[in-house]
């Protein structure tokens, strides 16, 4: 069945550092994929889209690839603040959207 | 950017309660949203897609009767819990958008407890 697989459940990382976070995807080729934002007891904030098409994608301090042969979208936070603390949800575009199980991101001081 | 507005966002009631929950898009026409079940620590699961004047679309394993969905205008479609039990209990969210690899905007999510 087609899956999205995001390996890491959580992830900690210094303020400042920058954040990489994997999405990979199985059993299918999506047309594009997207990264949500969920804070606790909110629903997703949509961040970035990258078509197949597009190996790299930028807004701000986040950048987005798509690599169609490793069949994986890393997603980055550079310069990371305590505020991006959050759960990063990666989705791929099916007949409907499939999306993985998040990685919690934690950014300390 | 597109706005996407959900109703109640906490809800707690007694078993056999029907719960009624609002998506509406506040600043753009929707002729499709779609609602999302999401429980602890997983991913959001697509329950149905809710089409403005027609019959909603449910996912396999969704019960349509359970689970009563309607789209009356472009901006509001609604999704009612009937006769809710313990195992309803569960964070439902909406979104709306999402045609020709747009993405979808998304509510604040409502949390239905069944006590």
């Known amino acids: 069945s087609q899956k999205i697989e995001q390996n890491s459940e959580a992830l900690n990382i210094q303020e400042g550092k920058t954040a990489t976070l994997t999405c990979n995807y199985t059993?299918?080729?999506?047309?594009?994929l997207q990264w949500y934002r969920q804070d606790p007891g909110r629903g997703p904030v949509f961040l970035l889209l990258i078509r197949e098409n597009e190996k790299e994608k930028r807004k701000e301090r986040l950048k987005v690839t798509f690599d169609t042969t490793l069949k994986q979208s890393l997603f980055h936070i550079t310069a990371s603040q305590p505020a991006d603390s959050a759960t990063y949800l990666c989705?791929?575009?099916?007949?409907?959207?499939?999306f993985g199980t998040g990685t919690r991101l934690q950014v300390f001081p | 950017g597109a706005v996407v507005s959900q109703h109640p966002s906490w809800v707690i009631c007694k078993s056999g309660t029907s719960v009624k929950i609002e998506c509406r898009s506040l600043?753009?026409?929707?002729?499709?949203m779609f609602w999302y079940r999401q429980f602890p620590k997983q991913s959001l699961m697509l329950m149905a897609t809710s089409n403005e004047g027609s019959k909603a679309t449910y996912e396999q394993g969704v019960e349509k009767d359970k689970f009563l969905i309607n789209h009356a205008s472009l901006t509001l479609s609604t999704l009612t819990v009937t006769s809710a039990h313990p195992e309803d209990s569960s964070f439902y969210i909406c979104?709306?958008?999402?045609?020709?690899?747009?993405?979808?905007?998304f509510g604040d999510g409502t949390r239905l407890s069944i006590l």
């Open positions: 979104s709306a958008g999402g045609g020709s690899n747009q993405p979808q905007h």
């Open positions: 600043d753009f026409q929707a002729t499709t």
């Open positions: 059993n299918y080729s999506p047309a594009y």
């Open positions: 989705a791929g575009s099916a007949d409907k959207l499939i």
